[in-house]
């Protein structure tokens, strides 16, 4: 599978990707990019998928491990920064079998956040892979 130029806005958002994590690092880096891995299999309850998401994201103290909180956090620019991001969910698949409901709101707020970004010019990537 070939890693779509992540400089690009057009193409921004989340993506289903087979294969290896390295070439979406790779063309982060490229495009001068944040680059954030979250584990989904250390997830086993929403309180942990909090604490990988604050973890792999590195969001602000006063994130307060909800959805509503992450659906802010992920939309601020002191959190950001300047630049864009490319945020992969590892193991999304077996979390998504196990959490259905956590995961399509995971991936929903997510999906959200990339058209914020997207409307600002700013390139926010989701990268759902599988085992």
Known sequence: MKVPDLA???DCGLREWKGP?????????????GFAQV????AKDKAT??????RA??????FGHNWDALADVLEDRDW??????????AH?????????????????????????WQERH??????VLGA
């Open 80 to 89: 950001l920064g300047k630049r864009g991001r490319a945020v992969v969910l």
């Open 49 to 54: 998928l909090f604490a990988e998401l604050d």
């Open 92 to 116: 999304a698949l077996a979390y998504r079998k196990d959490h259905p409901t956590d995961a399509r709101m995971l991936e929903e707020i997510l999906g959200e956040a990339s058209e914020f």
């Open 39 to 42: 584990d989904l299999a250390k």
């Open 21 to 33: 994590v390295e070439p979406i690092r790779t063309a982060a880096a490229h495009a001068d990019l």
């Open 57 to 62: 994201l590195a969001l602000p103290d006063h």
């Open 8 to 10: 690009s806005l057009d």
């Open 122 to 127: 700013v390139p926010f990537w989701i990268f």
